[in-house]
């Protein structure tokens, strides 16, 4: 079994180094070590997880993405981790929208959805149908250049309630809008409105000392607190990084950090032809975020009003509203005791999408009393469906795009990766530079921690057969 080590003690010389620990380095790093390559993975972080991660303050641990994923993830786990890790993923219950044009609650079923379409929102059966098939038979290779705007008219024109319900949450799980291609959606909507929405039992921290146990197992070298500033091309081949000061040499080399940074600033442009550069300068940053965390006193209860709840004050279902600063639509995901029962704790998270433009250049005065007014009007928001919520906490703490920029080193501080075009750049990279890969949230579909997990998987595949090739 590997140990985690200091930089200054690993080895020289690797199969692969794999440079981030999102749940897509993780991955990617795990299916290499577990096939026998010699794996370093390199976190700059102090801790692995990327925006899969925790944190603590007092007695809480907050969940900085936790609720949720699809069913699909118990197979990732299952088959790309360990059967122990895959059985502590469970099924939340209760998932409830209330906004001007609707409430309702749902278990984010296939057949429960159909049930509201149909009942609550009148809606044919075959149409609904046909909705739903079509989703399900959309890939990426289709190239269909409808935009989910379009998709939407077709089947529920002037419909914008049905949309916010089909849409809405999608939207907060990867920052998709109605001009994006149908493809970005059709995809994460089967892959969610199947058999609903799954979370992990012990919280985000139980799955990361898990996963982390595996890599070791796996003898895969882990070093924290170590940053890629360079990697080392030679004859368009990968040949070497700089890793936190140390040159180490590698066959190999998979980025989970942003995909913009990996060709501009990792490895620097003159090394690329320039038609690949400039589809590079055509990629567009995906949306970011701001949270805020709320810890409930100790002895202190709190009502089930769900485990998710998207709420919004706004009259229509609109995207841009949604990222602007002015909140009017917020995310609650609610931990009650039962998620970490050897810790029994209640903590909330509210998400808000938000633009990094909007917060970057903020002097420091007023970006504190934008804090404060996001976390004032984030508290009485929540008070509708927890009167007297703001006399039982004990922690208030706000995160901003700055925040998320700072902790993970994303270009303006994406929380999504990239926009649909990502994708194709990231898959394209070992075709410009033999051994150089990418991993991670990019072309929205790959956005969430089930897409992510599965980049990782593709992307590890890829390394193996490119180290075969060449008998590396």
Known sequence: ????????????????????GGLAGLTAANVLGKSGKKVLLAEQHFKLGGLATVFRRKHHIFDVSLHGFPVGMIKTFRRYWSREIADQVIQVKRICFDNPQFSLETDFTESDFTRILIEKFGQPEEKVRGFYKELEEMNYYDRNDETNGQLFERYFPGRNDVVRLLMEPITYANGS????????????????????????????????????????????????????EKIGVERDRVKSALVGGRSIACN???????????????????????????????????????????????????????????????????PSKIVSPD???RTFSIYYPELRPETPDYTIVASMNADYRNWAGMPDEEYRKAKQKMVAGTITALE????????????????????????????????FGTKFEGLEVSMELPKQIGGLFHSGSVGIIMSGWLGAANYGVITARNVEKFLLDNNL
């Open 327 to 329: 909140v009017t639509s």
């Open 177 to 228: 809008t109605l001009d994006e291609p149908a493809i970005t959606y059709g995809i994460v909507f089967s892959n969610f409105m199947s058999k609903g929405v799954y979370t992990f039992a012990g919280g985000t921290d139980a799955m990361l000392d898990m996963m982390e146990a595996q890599l070791l197992e796996n003898n895969v070298d882990i070093v924290t607190s170590a940053k890629v």
């Open 1 to 20: 079994m590997a140990i985690k080590r200091k930089i200054s003690e690993v080895g020289a010389n690797y199969d692969v180094i794999v440079a981030g």
């Open 252 to 318: 190999s080399f998979i980025s989970n950090g942003n995909l913009l940074s990996t060709i501009c600033d990792w490895v620097g442009e003159d090394y690329f032809s320039r038609n690949f550069i400039d589809k590079v300068h055509e990629v567009r940053i995906n949306n970011s975020s701001c949270q805020v965390y709320l810890g409930i006193k100790p002895g202190q209860h709190i009502d089930n009003i769900g485990d998710l709840l998207f709420t919004s004050e706004y009259p229509v279902f609109e």
């Open 384 to 415: 509708k469906y927890l009167p007297g919520v703001s006399e039982k906490l004990d922690w208030v703490e706000a995160a901003t795009p700055r925040t998320f920029q700072r902790y993970t080193l994303h270009r303006g501080g994406a929380s």
